[in-house]
């Protein structure tokens, strides 16, 4: 009897891993950008106007049991930027601001991250803007998973503040009352849905719509 109870323990110790959701140690996302949104505020005045870059390539390599052990890559080509105003964006786009011509891309690249058991913690990178490489800290959040292995999604938040005169953007006016026009800080507002990219077929391969 005991025997037969053993052996039935085994089995259902197999079952369960069986049922249990695997996945790789070490998983490559790349950003879904229809999904992603890169955005900023800066306050103008009194108000803060907001805008966004409509173009963003990144890779995420994650260790889902560890997750400090992951790492991020962002591109954004800086002549995306939009804000909804064509005169201000053309504005952005040069020298006072971007310069995109002679700085075409802007890049972040992670250098450590941390994540408590809520899926929130912080991630310390190098930003690279206007040919300027600073660290910056960022909030981040794990939203989370949607299956394994190819096709899998994920999704991440992450907010942060930096200085736009760190980075060489110094355009400003004073205001004849005092202050200035523009604020120094810049907020930002990251939400990032990325997924592992499933195999091509292979050529010649019928595929299902």
Do not use: C
């Not at 890169?38 to 994650?62: A, N």
């Not at 802007?106 to 899926?119: A, C, H, L, Q």
């Amino acid at each position: 009897m005991k025997s037969f109870l053993r052996s039935l323990s085994a089995v259902a110790v197999l079952a369960l891993a069986a049922a249990a959701p695997a996945h790789a140690a070490v998983e490559t996302y790349t950003f879904d950008q229809a999904h992603t949104h890169v955005g900023f505020s800066v306050r103008h005045l009194f108000t803060p106007v907001k805008g966004e870059f409509k173009e963003v390539t990144g890779s995420i390599v994650i260790d889902r049991d560890n997750l400090g052990n992951s790492k991020v890559e962002v591109k954004i080509p800086a002549a995306s930027i939009n804000t909804n105003n064509d005169r201000r964006d053309s504005h952005l786009r040069g020298e006072d601001f971007f310069f995109t011509e002679k700085n075409p891309e802007i890049t972040f690249v992670s250098k450590s991250i941390t994540v408590g058991k809520d899926n929130k913690g912080t991630m310390t990178g190098d930003l690279t803007m206007r040919g300027v490489t600073k660290p910056v800290t960022l909030d981040v959040e794990v939203l989370g998973f949607s299956g394994t292995g190819p096709g899998t999604i994920a999704g991440f938040s992450a907010r942060g503040v930096l200085n736009r005169k760190d980075y060489g953007i110094n355009w400003n006016k004073t205001l004849d009352q005092g202050g200035t026009l523009l604020s120094d800080d810049v907020q930002l507002e990251i939400d990032v849905e990325a997924r592992i990219p499933k195999p091509a077929p292979p050529a010649g391969a019928e595929v299902k719509k």
